[in-house]
Every structure is written in structure tokens, then in C-alpha cells.
């Protein structure tokens, strides 16, 4: 590889005028046997050789120094370069002819082949690009493939790409070593459609950078380029659809916030303005009906703000469940206590085993996933029915949770539909509430790395979910002193 | 007796209004500061004998209200916030808050603790016997003994340490951190799930219904709170 080009020829030539001379010498020995053209179309042989083995070149000057010898010790009067028959100054000539002829064809088929070859060598890098480049969508990861591919099909010293936007160095080859102090030899702009987006640089002085690898570097910048691009582009869409997304959900927040939140505020409003109007008796039932009204709705009302409120931190990202180790049945149990006179009429059954493994979850977020589904479960229970919630582990690495009614089945088209954000069957249907909660839910337990799903049962309707038992890959945490004497 | 005097520090003027409204009428002296430097103010000036401090002041922080009121005195301090801020709820109590309401509540809630508070800060309070009832329940701190029915349970060391910090702050708010740093080590402040266990095994001793318990009250994402009965922690300043 280090060689130079110049050196590889002198070689050549060297190799050739040798050959031709051992054959000659070999001829010389038995030439009392041999006919004179025979030797002439015999000496064509390293001339044939050396084109092909050695090039153009070296083929030109076997077929000088096999003329030259061929003269000088087959051709009468033998060791001198003078030629005195006509016949022979015939052979001389056709021998020369051919042995020219020869080596330019042989040549220059062979150099047809090294462009060929090349010229394969330059698709398979540039395919293996871009099939390298296809699919990607960080800038980050573009420039490091482009890098390490166009260092493969391109060795040098050193090879940095640099992007305009951000301006920086986003990849150095070989990785770790420094910038060297002089000037790049290359440096190749990388164009695109909104202008230049970044340049290659390399470094390498030998051997000096041929035009087709010139042009190889070329090609691999305007591929970088466009996959850079197109990953730009991507990114852009991707945060356009955020936009409307989030747009979308503003507008159904908007009518959705003046239809449900008005509901227990015209409650509210009427229960407290006719106990003010002192047209109900001090004593009179209707009196704590109203009252009671008032209570409930302020609940409802504060439990859908607090609803819209999860569904906003879910929809910006900022939740972040703070997972500790917690006992599944004490978070049942506080939410139960919350929800003591919700659940008046039904009877709740909670099956969750003792030796179930802690589990490591927000105790706030996961108490709000229980209080949607149970709020759920007991909206559509029939009344004196009962509403389970039953827990299992369903290998050593995940529990399975299940909240259950006997409620009317829900349409299979909508079982996935239901923890969309604001999702309802149809118009008067069962479903009241911002239609929050269920989304809620399953933006939590996905925030816990569980999936969420709801499905028909013969005996009523169930929502199931998962939640794994380890955090960060481990398992509960031993327990001090779990034995100590009392 | 005087009636005991309540300070609200609170910048909304409607739950001031409601407070001083509802407070008075239960008997309570009341006076209001909309900000938290008036706030201090005015504990300095009238030393009340309980503070209602909101956590979002428009001013200064609650948390620090908390802490430089807690340079000087040891007035009970009950918080008021929103569901949204359980970190500054722990924050505040750790800085030496008594106790919590999350907004909106039940002005049945918001009297229970203030009564449980003023109880607390009484000198020579309820606790002159070593011994204390709770429900069928007798807890000798000085004696470490435990009887449920009259019947002794046997707790493990650790478990009747945990009771008895629970029980000698009995109706007050424990953070987990604060519960771990004394019944375990400060070394152990974040092993919550010690106290998940302990806990779970103490209501298993301890409560009639260890599935709906009575006496040691779970308050989500904060801590624990032992209250001797459910009644007991009704009604006015008594």
C-alpha cells in the first residue's frame, strides 16, 4: 500500500525486461532446432505476460528488448543489430507490430477490468451506505455510520464531519486521535436542498487522493447530506403532529371542561341558592338533601380538576412516578377509606394475597389509578353486586391486578377505545365524567414500565393490569431483622 | 378559660373569609394575614396560640414561613395546600409543620386538627400517665407493655418502638423520613419499605380489622398518624 505508483512501474519494467530475457536466453540454447519465425511468434510470450501481469508499460518495453534481442541473436549477421536479408527485416517488422499490438489490447482490457472492479467496489460502499443510512432518523447517528463507512472505503489519517447547525464536530475518525495541526489535504462541502449543512474533512498525504476517490467522497457527502436532511424533516413533521395533537387536546379539554364541570356546578348552584332563598324549612328533609348535594359535587368537581390536572402532567411528560417499595392492600385500603360512602351499596371484596411481594410503585399516583377504575366499577355495578379487586403475582417479576364488576359488558370495538383521553361510547351513554380517568390510569401504569387492559367476562366486565416487581432489574430489597424475638 | 387565638395566613380572601367565619363561630379568636411576611408579623405581635399557613404565598415561600416561624416558637402549625404538592407538604412538615390539609376539605377535618393540634401544645398534657388508651388497646410507653381486650400482644423490639414513637405523637402527622430517622437511623431514612412492612405487621397485631384500620392511619405520600379514636378528634376547642 505504501508504494508508490512509480515504484510499482519501475518494478514492472524490471520484471519484464527479465523475463524476456531468460526466455530469450532459452531460445538461444536451442535455436539450432528451431525455425526463425518460430522464435519470433515464441518471444511473443513474455510479451504477453508482462502486459498482463505487469501493465501497458512494462508489455511495451518486453516486446523493445525481445526486438532488440530477437535482432541481435537469431537475425543473420548474429551480435550485430544490422539486418541483411529483406525476409528477415519482414519478420522483424511483423514481430514488432504484433508484440505492440499485443500488449496495447492486453493492456487495455486489463485496465478495463480494474475499472470495473473499482467501479463495483464504489457501488457496494455506496450501497452499503445507504442501506446503512436508511431508516435513521438522529443527525448523531448519521454522521457516525457516514464517518465509518466513508474511513472503510476511504482510508486516511484523519476524517472529521462538521454540521453548520448545530455548529459543531459530529464525527472524528479514528475515534480519539487529535485534530493534526496542518490544513486538510480534502475538504468536501455536504450539500442539501436548504444549502450547505456541513463539510468532510480528511487528512492524508499519501498516497495523493485519486479523482475517483475524490468523487467517491463527493458521493458519500451528498448521501450523508440527504439522509441528514430527511432525518431534519422527519423531526419537524413528528413535532407539527405533537403541535396538533396537543391542539386537538385542548380544544376537547375546552368543551369537555364547560359540559362537566358545569354539571356539579349548576348542582351546586341550585342546592345553594334555594337554601338561601329561605324557602326550605330549617327542619325539613329536603334541607340535608340539598346540603348533601352541595358536598358531593364539590367532591366530583374537585376530583375532575384533579383529573385534568394528572392528564396534563401525563400529556407534557412531567410525570415521573416517585417508586418506593409499597404493600399492594395498604394502598387499596387508603384509597377504600377515601372512598367509604362512594361505595354505600355495594360490596367490595379485595383478594389480594399476604405474601405478595412489595411492590415498587408512587403510592399517590397508583392510589389515583385505584380510585378511577373502583369510581369506575361502582358507576356501572349493578346495585348489591359485588366490585373485586384481586392481585396475583403472575411470575417473580410481575403482578397481575384486576378490578372487576357485574356490569354490563362494553362493546369489544370500544374495550381499547375506552382509556383514550376523553373517549365515550356514545353521546348518552354510560360514561360521565371528563372521560379522564381511564386515560389517567393508563398513563400511570405505563409510567411504571405495566401495560393496562379491559375485557368481558361471562359474569360482568373487568380491568386488568400489570405492574412489574422489580426496580431498576431488582427484586424487593431484603428486609432487616424480619425475625426478631418479640 | 380565653378562647384560644388562630392566626390564618392565607392570600385568598375567600377561605379567609370562610375560616374566620367558621372559626369564630366554634368559638376561636381569629386574625388574618394575606401575605407571609405579615404573617410573621403579626405571630410575633399576638402570639397566637395556632397558625393556619397556606404553602402558596405570593411573597415567600411557605416551607420558609414554617422554618423561620420554627426559630423561635413552638406554636402548632397546620398546613393548607393542594393535592398536587406532596414533596412541599413533607418539605413543611419536616421544618417542623404539625400537621396538613389538603384543599378543598371538610371543616370537620380542618377542627379535628386544630384540636388535636391546641391539645398537643398544652404543657403537662394527657400524657402524665405512662399508659394510653386506644380503643380496646392499653400502650404502657414506660412499661413496654401492650394489651389488646386486656389480653398482653407480643411485639418484637422494633415493632414497639415504631408503636411508641407513633403513639407518644399520637394525632399528629409522622413523616416516613422522620418515622425511619427515629425508630431505625437517619442512615436509614429512605427504606420506606421497612416502614410499609412494620406497619403491616403492627395492624396485624394491633387493629380489630387489620383491613380497615382504626388507629394507624395511612396518609398517602406523606407518613403515618396513630389517633386513639375516631370521635376523639371531633368538635370544638373544648
Redesign the interface.
Known amino acids: 500500500m505504501r508504494g508508490s505508483a512509480a515504484y510499482n512501474r519501475i518494478v514492472g519494467y524490471v520484471l519484464a525486461l527479465g523475463l524476456t530475457a531468460v526466455i530469450t536466453a532459452a531460445l538461444f540454447v536451442i535455436r539450432d532446432i528451431l525455425d526463425t519465425t518460430l522464435i519470433a511468434l515464441l518471444l511473443l510470450i513474455p510479451v504477453g505476460i508482462s502486459t498482463s501481469t505487469w501493465g501497458l508499460g512494462a508489455g511495451i518495453t518486453a516486446a523493445l528488448s525481445a526486438f532488440l534481442e530477437f535482432n541481435y541473436l537469431f537475425i543473420q549477421p548474429y551480435h550485430t543489430f544490422a539486418v541483411h536479408r529483406p525476409g528477415d527485416l519482414v519478420i522483424l517488422l511483423v514481430f514488432l507490430i504484433v508484440a505492440v499490438v499485443i500488449s496495447q489490447l492486453v493492456g487495455r482490457a486489463k485496465a478495463g477490468v480494474e475499472a470495473a472492479t473499482a467501479r463495483e467496489r464504489e457501488t457496494t460502499q455506496l450501497y452499503e451506505l445507504s442501506t446503512g443510512l436508511a431508516g435513521l432518523h438522529d443527525s448523531g447517528q448519521i454522521t457516525r455510520i457516514l464517518g465509518e463507512q466513508l474511513f472503510m472505503a476511504f482510508p486516511c489519517e484523519h476524517l472529521e464531519i462538521t454540521l453548520s447547525d448545530p455548529d459543531s464536530v459530529a464525527a472524528r475518525l479514528p475515534p480519539g486521535t487529535p485534530r493534526p495541526s496542518r490544513p486538510p489535504e480534502l475538504v468536501v462541502p455536504m450539500p442539501a436542498v436548504r444549502g450547505v449543512i456541513g463539510e468532510i474533512q480528511s487528512w492524508r498525504t499519501l498516497p495523493v487522493m485519486s479523482s475517483a476517490e475524490k468523487r467517491l467522497v463527493r458521493t458519500f457527502a451528498s448521501q450523508g447530506a440527504l439522509a441528514l436532511e430527511r432525518a431534519a424533516l422527519a423531526q419537524a413533521e413528528s413535532r407539527a403532529r405533537l403541535l396538533e395533537e396537543s391542539d386537538r387536546f385542548k380544544s376537547s379539554l375546552l368543551s369537555s371542561v364547560s359540559h362537566d364541570l358545569r354539571t356539579p356546578l349548576a348542582t351546586i348552584k341550585a342546592a345553594a341558592s334555594s337554601l338561601r332563598s329561605g324557602e326550605i324549612g330549617w327542619e325539613s328533609p329536603a334541607r340535608a338533601e340539598l346540603l348533601a348535594a352541595i ?1 358531593d359535587e ?1 367532591d366530583h368537581l ?1 376530583m375532575l380538576v ?1 383529573n385534568l ?1 394528572d392528564m396534563s402532567r401525563i400529556e407534557s411528560g412531567a410525570l415521573h412516578p ?1 417508586r ?4 399492594l ?3 387499596v ?2 384509597v ?2 377515601r372512598m367509604r360512602h362512594l361505595s354505600e351499596g355495594h360490596r367490595l371484596v ?1 383478594d389480594i394475597p399476604e405474601d405478595l411481594p ?1 411492590v415498587p410503585v ?3 399516583l397508583m ?1 389515583q389509578v385505584f380510585t378511577n377504575l373502583l369510581s369506575n366499577s361502582l358507576r356501572f355495578a349493578p346495585p348489591d353486586t359485588p366490585v373485586r379487586v384481586r392481585a396475583k403475582a403472575r411470575d417473580d417479576a410481575t403482578v397481575l391486578i384486576e378490578v372487576s364488576n357485574q356490569g354490563p359488558p362494553v362493546p369489544t370495538e370500544h374495550l381499547q377505545g375506552i382509556f383514550d383521553k376523553f373517549y365515550r361510547m356514545t353521546a348518552a351513554d354510560r360514561v360521565t365524567g371528563t372521560g379522564l380517568g381511564l386515560s389517567i390510569c393508563k398513563g400511570v401504569i405505563e409510567a411504571h414500565g405495566g401495560t393496562i387492559w379491559a375485557e368481558n367476562r361471562p359474569d360482568g366486565f373487568a380491568f386488568n393490569f400489570t405492574l412489574p416487581l422489580r426496580m431498576d432489574g431488582m427484586p ?2 431484603e ?4 425475625h ?3 | 378559660m380565653n378562647a384560644p387565638h388562630i392566626l390564618v395566613i392565607d392570600d385568598e380572601p375567600q377561605i379567609l373569609r370562610a375560616l374566620r367565619t367558621i372559626l369564630t363561630e366554634k368559638g376561636f379568636q381569629v386574625s388574618a394575614a394575606n401575605r407571609g411576611k405579615e404573617g410573621l408579623t403579626l405571630a410575633a405581635a399576638s402570639a397566637p396560640d395556632l397558625i393556619i399557613l397556606d404553602l402558596g404565598l405570593p411573597d415567600m415561600d411557605g416551607i420558609e414561613v414554617c422554618a423561620r416561624l420554627r426559630e423561635w416558637t413552638q406554636v402548632p402549625i397546620i398546613i393548607l395546600s393542594v393535592r398536587e404538592t406532596e414533596r412541599e407538604k413533607v418539605a413543611a412538615l419536616d421544618k417542623g409543620a404539625d400537621d396538613y390539609l389538603t384543599k378543598p376539605f371538610g371543616i370537620e377535618e380542618l377542627l379535628a386538627r386544630v384540636r388535636v393540634a391546641l391539645r398537643h401544645a398544652k404543657p403537662g398534657r394527657d400524657d402524665q400517665t405512662s399508659a394510653v388508651k386506644a380503643g380496646k388497646l392499653v400502650i404502657d410507653l414506660a412499661w413496654h407493655t401492650v394489651t389488646r381486650d386486656g389480653k398482653p400482644v407480643k411485639l418484637t423490639a422494633t415493632e414497639f418502638n415504631l408503636l411508641a414513637y407513633l403513639v407518644s405523637n399520637r394525632g399528629r402527622i409522622l413523616t416516613h423520613q422522620s418515622i425511619l430517622t427515629h425508630v431505625w437511623s437517619p442512615a436509614d431514612a429512605d427504606h420506606t419499605e421497612y416502614l410499609r412492612v412494620y406497619i403491616g405487621q403492627l395492624r396485624k397485631k394491633l387493629e380489630p380489622n387489620p383491613d380497615e384500620p382504626q388507629h394507624i392511619i395511612t396518609e398517602p405520600g406523606i407518613g403515618y398518624r396513630f389517633i386513639t379514636e375516631a370521635q376523639d378528634d371531633r368538635a370544638g376547642p373544648g
Open positions: 358536598d364539590a374537585n384533579g390536572l416517585q418506593t417499595w409499597n404493600v392492600a395498604e394502598i385500603q387508603s377504600l377509606a379485595i412489595l408512587d403510592f399517590v392510589g424487593q430489597p428486609l432487616p431483622a424480619a426478631e424475638a418479640p
